[in-house]
């Protein structure tokens, strides 16, 4: 899934691809980008950054990702001296131009003695709390991703009632690059950040209690109580360079480091683990998908899996991976490169649970190669204690893709067919239903949602939803009260398609003049028949995207955050930057607030600092409060303005 989109998105800091060419003899950094980046960042690639996105974003970011970050497979050759040539270039401002506010950010990644740049932009200077009280839990504290076991990001205890909702306004901003969304716990939130910075703030005011400055992470902290933490409380993170991490939540203090769990080169973690009893258990992504656009990349090896760790230590218990066929040489490609697979399945969601089953419910992506294989574009059954297999489910098969392919591609590596990239990134949710029997209900970038038998794997109902594409359908979360099921839809592709901006590989998929229109918005289930419930298609609305510098923006309407529900009222993003909260009952839209009308003075010391499209893990709900992140570049370059800024809501803004 992600395909590129999903390398770039998910990825710890900025992306740039790169190929891996002899490079330059001297750190130029124009020659360097016009030969090895601008194929894919030219503006053409509607899932890499553009050029002007990039000039959005602080140097440091840019060489943290080619060092040491999710984008360093396919910086292989650059010099250090390169990496910061490409950067300066990149961020260097127009003659004419004003370089724009934005916070400086990390610069270190961990195990990586990082060189120094010069960033865009005023220092952040992060707020210091006057006290740090003790770590409390309360009523309607979020403490994941998905916010109980099933994940289905139903906070039954908001602190604010649905007629609440119109009254509220931003309290306070907080800018940092690459953030994602955060926990809470009491009157602390715990936020990661993919350019390095992992922050303990306090969530009624926005102030620091402490943060660590080596965590390139985009997934959410997990937070609990528990003796192996000497404050009582823990913090578990994943980091992107396949490291999970555990702090004392009240003071920072690293308890353990993991092992590395995968030791190929294009792997990472983008999902946040999820507690099991005294495990943690972990999902492995990749980009090997991207890696696969270089003709001298030898595709491809990967394979997703989940692993299973001490929560204790974090020991590596069992790792299962998600393809069992032995690999084989498909074909040569020359300079003595062969093509072989099975490959893919990568594991980009949070995994739900079953404790009552005992089994951990992933999702997979899409296959690298044309090798049969089942394990892709399937949900996928786990014992708990022991990993082994239960039942899988294969929704697609033959999804064979990597990124790059159509008519003039020289990379060796695509594979033929071509599959329609039709994975998962979304995770799944158990529901109940009216007496007693159970649904897994899992939605794909297809646009179909399915409801599945938890028992035995077998299929119950399927509905299309979206029309789905490789930017489509449902891509990063769905959600659930205890009646209905609720699937934001992406359909990206296919509204690029709209606007003429038809790819060669969505070409490949649908055909000249047979693209399908595009269905983004948000719609509500019923997890017994999978019957469409209601529909409210994202309204086309006014935006700013930062890096139009002043232009009209091309307001993209497409929905692929995650909902968060309370009880009456769906809160969901988009990419052009309106953040909504609809009638659970009807679909119709009760609140509404354009993040990108207005710039913000942030709590961290960034004045006139941008918002953006509203992508990736969506937000979260606690104690009165809502957060959401601004300017998130979760999934693709539409409205990423390089720096995010998380917006804390409240009734009146009080």
């Given amino acids: 899934m992600r395909t590129w989109l999903a390398g770039l998105a998910l990825a710890a800091t900025s992306v740039i691809s790169f190929s891996a060419q002899a490079q330059p003899a001297a750190p130029d950094g124009q020659a360097i980008y016009e030969t090895r980046c601008k194929a894919c960042h030219g503006g053409g690639n509607p899932r890499?950054?553009?050029?002007?996105?990039?000039a959005q974003r602080p140097a440091a970011d840019i060489v943290a990702a080619l060092t040491g970050g999710i984008m360093a497979p396919m910086a292989q050759g650059l010099s250090d001296a390169d990496k910061q040539a490409v950067a300066a270039y990149l961020t260097a401002p127009a003659p004419s131009e004003t370089p724009s506010a934005a916070p400086a950010a990390s610069a270190r990644t961990p195990g990586v003695e990082m060189p120094q740049v010069a960033v865009k932009g005023p220092t952040t200077l992060d707020p210091k709390c006057a006290t740090n009280p003790p770590i409390q839990a309360a009523l309607g504290d979020w403490a994941s991703t998905g916010l109980d076991d099933r994940s289905s990001r139903f906070q039954r205890n908001p602190g604010l009632s649905a007629a609440d909702v119109p009254r509220l306004k931003v309290k306070w901003a907080f800018s940092m690059t690459g953030g994602g969304q955060p926990s809470v716990v009491g009157d602390w939130l715990f936020v990661t950040n993919r350019s390095g910075k992992f922050y303990a703030l306090d969530a009624k005011t926005g102030c620091v209690h402490w943060s660590v400055n080596d965590m390139v992470a985009r997934a959410t902290p997990i937070v609990l109580k528990s003796p192996i933490s000497p404050s009582g409380w823990l913090a578990v993170v994943?980091?992107?360079?396949?490291?999970?991490r555990a702090f004392d939540a009240q003071t920072g203090q690293q308890l353990w480091k993991s092992a590395e769990l995968e030791s190929h080169s294009a792997s990472v973690l983008t999902a946040a683990p999820v507690i099991a009893g005294d495990r943690l258990l972990v999902p492995i992504s990749s980009i090997e998908e991207a890696a696969a656009m270089s003709k001298g990349y030898a595709c491809c090896t990967f394979r997703g899996s989940l692993a299973s760790l001490d929560l204790k230590t974090g020991k590596l218990l069992w790792k299962t991976s998600m393809i069992d066929e032995p690999t084989r040489v498909v074909r040569e490609k020359g300079g003595g490169l062969k093509v072989s697979g099975p490959a893919g399945a990568a594991i980009w969601a949070a995994p739900s649970l079953d404790l009552k089953r005992g089994l951990v419910y992933v999702v997979t992506g899409d296959s690298y190669t044309d090798v049969d294989t089942i394990g892709p574009d399937a949900v996928v059954a786990l014992d708990i204690k022991t990993g082994a297999i239960r039942w899988r489910r294969q929704v697609t098969e033959r999804d064979n893709f990597v990124m790059g392919c159509g008519p003039t591609s020289q990379s060796g590596n695509c594979p033929t067919p071509m599959g329609p990239?039709?994975?998962?990134?979304?995770?799944?949710?158990?529901?109940?239903?009216?007496?007693?029997k159970q649904v897994l209900v899992a939605g794909q970038k297809s646009g179909i949602v399915y409801g599945i038998n938890p028992d035995s794997g077998a299929l119950i109902w399927k509905t299309p939803v979206g029309n789905g594409s490789a930017l489509g359908g449902v891509e990063w979360g769905i959600g659930a009260d205890d009646t209905q099921v609720y699937v934001p839809i992406s359909d990206l592709g296919l509204i690029f398609a709209e606007g003429r901006n038809l790819t060669p590989e969505a070409q490949a998929i649908f055909g000249p003049g047979k693209v399908p229109s595009a269905k983004p918005g948000l719609y509500a289930l019923d997890p017994a028949t999978g019957k469409i419930l209601w529909s409210a298609p994202a309204p086309k609305a006014p935006c700013v995207y930062a890096a139009d510098k002043g232009k009209p923006s091309n307001c993209i309407r497409s929905q692929s955050a995650a909902p968060a529900i309370i009880p009456g009222l769906v809160f969901e993003g988009a990419f052009d930057g309106w953040f909504r909260a609809y009638d659970a009952k009807t679909g119709k839209i009760v609140w509404e607030d354009s993040t990108t009308s207005r710039t913000y003075d942030t709590l961290n010391g960034i004045k006139g600092q941008p918002g953006g499209g509203i992508d990736g893990m969506g937000p979260t709900i606690a104690r009165g409060m809502v957060y959401v992140m601004s300017g998130n570049n979760g999934a693709a370059r539409v409205g990423s303005n390089g720096v995010n800024v998380l917006l804390a809501y409240s009734v009146d803004g009080k």
Avoid: E, N, W
């Fill in 48 to 54: 890499a950054p553009s050029r002007a996105d990039l």
């Fill in 238 to 244: 994943a980091q992107s360079d396949r490291h999970v």
């Fill in 421 to 436: 990239d039709y994975d998962f990134g979304a995770t799944p949710i158990l529901m109940t239903l009216k007496g007693g």
